[in-house]
């Protein structure tokens, strides 16, 4: 009791700074996570605004999705081959090894497939973003597309969060490939199950629906991590020293978010299809 006594001033101002430190780091949160979304609609609308950029999508495209397909590849292949052999030795010990199939599969394509995708692509193309667009900022650049009349974000912005958001589900769909043709050699030619049973518990078991999740997700990942970073790139401030925070922060930012938003989509979809059985 004399220990409160003497120093609760101090343990009451420790707990409003607790408190008020967590209240501002949510406020600027939501702020964050407001301009951002804003900062996508707008740049949205002004995609179809004339002079069109398709061209840049299309070129965008190529460099989001051509040039990520060597590493998404090796990744789904090995993260299949792993999850295989670790879902193996579980189903070992209850007699199940027959399910090691459709269960890969199952969590490649509706969690592993868009999420491991998405933060594969977010550090590779994300990050690549958010430094040209930043090293365009300091160096005015941008400045220099409004003096002569050009929209930046039309031109800089709306095409690469559109070619991300197309790009995406064609990567999941490689990755979820790869992986399921990894698992596959790893059950068959290393564990010895019977090829046959595994195909076949897969048809079983993986539906339409399950793989429609997982491209919608990463469509969804493509939106979230293309508008952090060109919105970081975009606004950056500070020279040298701002593009590399930018770039850093838009990174860091859009792999936490793609987790986040992992979450409630899978919530929200399960939801879906409780309600309306069709979904």
Known sequence: MGYWAKNRHKINNAIDDFFLGLGRSIYEFFTYTGQVTLFFVDSLKLLFLKPYRFEEVVKHMEFIGNKSVLIISLTGAFTGMALSFQIYLGFLKVGATNLVGPTVALG??????????????????GGAMAARLGTMRVSEQIDALEVMGIEPRQ???????????????????????????????????VLGLDPAVFWDKIQLWLNP???????????????????????????????????????????VASMVLIIVVNFFMTYFIRFLKNILPGF
């Open 108 to 125: 490649i394509v509706r969690e592993l497939g868009p999420v491991l995708t998405g933060l594969i692509v977010a550090a590779r193309a």
């Open 155 to 189: 031109y800089l912005v709306s095409p690469r969060v559109i070619a991300a958001l197309i790009s995406m589900p064609l990567l999941c769909g490689v990755f979820d490939f790869v992986a399921i043709i990894g698992s596959y050699f790893l059950s068959i030619h």
């Open 209 to 251: 629906v399950d793989i429609n999740e997982g491209l919608i997700k990463a469509a969804a990942f493509g939106v979230v991590f293309s508008s952090i970073c060109t919105y970081k790139g975009f606004n950056t401030k500070g020279g040298a020293k701002g593009v590399g925070e930018a770039t850093n922060g838009g990174v």
